[in-house]
């Protein structure tokens, strides 16, 4: 089975109030998701917006995955994710990686799936990836937005880490 996922995600600052859109298509059908979150970031909506399509997938199938986000397409055609997860979810030099909760979820989520990565220009006139842009831009202002317990988690690691030094 061949399907094709368009993605993106949307922040109104930064972090800020975001969002994130999916379009599936498998032949004549059609399936589209949003979320929003009250706080979160650009790059956690584009990787969530990647998560939901994946996940949505009832059968392991040819993927073809469409992105705006260089983050989100460079980590897994460069072999960033791989490099990340040898490295117990670190950086080089043992730095912290961002999002390592949703970075954990799209291997896990492309686990046993063929997945080609396909970068897009954003805001370019690609139909899909503007009504994905839509899709994620309305979520993000919509009235039923959730909390985004891994950013929350990691702001207030980070918190704590400040409270450790103080001026």
């Known amino acids: 089975m061949q399907v094709e996922i368009y993605t993106d995600g949307a922040a109104k600052g930064n972090p800020g109030p975001g969002g994130y859109g999916v379009i599936l298509v498998h032949g004549e059908q059609r399936r589209e998701f949003q979320g929003g979150f009250v706080r979160t970031t650009n790059n956690r909506m584009e990787l969530l917006a ?3 399509g994946l996940e949505s997938l009832t059968e392991t199938s040819a993927v073809t995955l469409y992105s705006d986000s260089r983050y989100l397409v460079d980590a897994m055609t460069k072999g960033w994710l791989e490099s990340w997860r040898s490295r117990g979810w670190k950086r080089p030099q043992n730095q912290p990686l961002k999002n390592p909760d949703l970075w954990q979820r799209l291997d896990r989520a492309c686990n046993g799936r063929q997945v080609d990565w396909r970068w897009v220009k954003g805001h370019a006139g690609h139909a899909e990836n503007e009504r994905c ?11 039923d937005r959730e909390v985004d317990a891994g950013f929350e988690a990691a702001e ?12």
């Open 133 to 143: 842009d839509e899709l994620a831009t309305l979520a993000a202002t919509g009235d």
């Open 50 to 52: 990647a998560i939901t």
């Open 156 to 167: 207030a690691a980070s918190a704590a880490q400040l409270d450790l030094f103080p001026q």
